[in-house]
């Protein structure tokens, strides 16, 4: 039997059950994806009603270390992550910026003006105006990147936080790797 999107989208339980995180990721992700599981913590896995229009949509699970093991097993691209470091100014922000890409700790740092941190620091609740850095590199050039972070920031505990890269185009995950040193 199949089922059309119109009669999946007006059913009863999911109206009911769908919350605007959950709709805001059906938007982004698109029903068929539902099927593909995201990390533990992704949208998909919090929506009330996935495992409702897998069985229904007829969609196969697909594991999500295949894909990481496909993109480790390509000679051209490498274990690739995405680090976000925040700054207080612009200054630093281009000063850290350059040093890590000429040091060949990224490939790329993206500067992000305007972020505005709110966060506790001794016992206070502290509000900031700050730049975000979004640098890509490889996984391997973390704890390289981390003390270099360490040594060049004015903060005592600066932020440096690591995602993974599960996929993503060939090209640029190949250009990421050639751009950045070995170790």
Same mark, same amino acid.
């Given at each position: ?6 009669? *999946? ?10 919350? *605007?995180?959950?709709?805001? /990721? ?5 029903? $068929?994806?539902? $099927? ?6 992704? /949208? ?20 999500? !270390?295949?894909?990481? *093991?496909?993109?480790?097993? !390509? ?5 690739? *992550? ?25 490939? /790329? ?11 506790? %620091? ?6 900031? !105006?700050?730049?975000?850095?979004? @640098? ?24 440096? @936080? ?12 190949? %250009? ?8």
């Amino acid at each position: 039997m199949a089922l059309t999107l119109s009669a *999946i989208a007006s059913s009863a339980l999911i109206r009911r059950k769908l919350p *605007i995180v959950g709709a805001f /990721c059906v938007l982004t992700f698109g029903l $068929s994806n539902l $099927s593909i599981p995201f990390t533990k913590t992704g /949208c998909a896995h919090s929506l009330p009603f996935a495992p409702l229009l897998r069985s229904k949509l007829g969609g196969e699970r697909r594991s999500t !270390s295949t894909r990481s *093991i496909r993109m480790e097993a !390509s000679s051209k691209i490498v274990p690739s *992550i995405v680090v976000y470091v925040t700054v207080p100014n612009k200054e630093l922000g281009k000063k850290l910026a350059g040093s890590i890409v000429k040091e060949k700790l990224a490939a /790329c740092v993206n500067r992000v003006p305007g972020v505005e941190s709110v966060y506790e %620091w001794q016992g206070e609740v502290q509000t900031d !105006s700050e730049e975000l850095l979004i @640098i890509k590199t490889r996984e391997s050039l973390l704890e390289a990147l981390t003390e270099h972070v360490k040594a060049n920031h004015e903060y005592d505990v600066p932020e440096v @936080i690591a995602m993974p890269i599960v996929g993503g185009s060939p090209q640029y995950l190949e %250009w990421l790797k050639n751009s950045t040193r070995d170790n």
